[in-house]
């Protein structure tokens, strides 16, 4: 089991920047990758950027170059540093940590926090 709780949403206008946190309940070491994940309206959920025990990094191509997303294991924290932001980046961004145990795969979820880029 984890938890997570992430934080660092608001509103932003468009070319500005947003820093997400997402703290875990336990070290990150012990997770296999966490991401981020974001919902639109109407719109399904879709990875934005994930990163492994490993440190390799996924990034989604409507994000590359713009976002980037990092660890402080120390704080069994991850964080996503969004610049350049744009209007349709706006969603409820969602951390995710995902757990591989033999041949199940555990996905566990925050509560979501909500960006909003005014354009």
């Not at 070491?29 to 990875?47: D, H, T, V």
């Not at 994930?50 to 980037?68: C, L, P, Q």
């Amino acid at each position: 089991q984890v938890q997570l709780v992430e934080s660092g949403g608001g509103l932003v206008q468009a070319g500005g920047s947003l820093r997400l946190s997402c703290a875990a309940s336990r070290s990150i070491f012990s997770i296999n990758a966490m991401g981020w994940y974001r919902q639109a309206p109407g719109k399904q959920r879709e990875l934005v950027a994930a990163i492994t025990s490993g440190s390799k990094t996924n990034y989604a191509d409507s994000v590359k170059g713009r976002f980037t997303i990092s660890t402080d294991n120390a704080k069994n924290t991850v964080y996503l540093q969004m610049n350049s932001l744009k209007p349709e980046d706006t969603a409820v961004y969602y951390c995710n940590a995902r757990i591989y145990s033999g041949i199940y795969e555990y996905d566990y979820w925050g509560q979501g926090t909500q960006v909003t880029v005014s354009s």
